[in-house]
Nanobody, 115 residues
């Protein structure tokens, strides 16, 4: 399985970005998926998850600002990020949620939020 995240970039505080992740070589529709954030110098942490039937869950710091969605036909999961804050800076990865992760996390996509 390969996970390819994209859509990161530089944004100003208060701005928005939309991340995408495509999972190839897997039965994507049968897996809950999540987005994970690794801030500079810190461990990777879960930020949002979405079940097979589309129910979504969020870490408290992103509730009301981030929205996770999925398109099973495209083997894709998305993260709409609004009202960005400097602390949102880091590399974002997608993978299964909450565990049973695919071995290869891919390179992720870098988000940099300037104040």
């Amino acid at each position: 399985v390969q996970l390819q995240a994209s859509g990161g970039g530089l944004a100003q505080a208060g701005g928005s970005l939309r991340l995408s992740c495509v999972a190839s070589g897997s039965v994507f529709s049968g897996s809950a998926m999540g987005w994970y954030h690794q801030a500079p110098g810190k461990q990777r942490e879960w930020v949002a998850g979405i079940t097979v039937d589309g129910t979504s869950y969020y870490e408290d710091s992103v509730k009301g600002r981030f929205t996770i969605s999925r398109d099973n036909a495209k083997n894709s999961v998305y993260l709409e990020m609004n009202s960005l804050k400097p602390e949102d800076t880091g590399v974002y990865y997608c993978n299964r949620d909450p565990t049973n992760w695919y071995d290869d996390w891919g390179q992720g996509t870098l988000v940099t939020v300037s104040s």
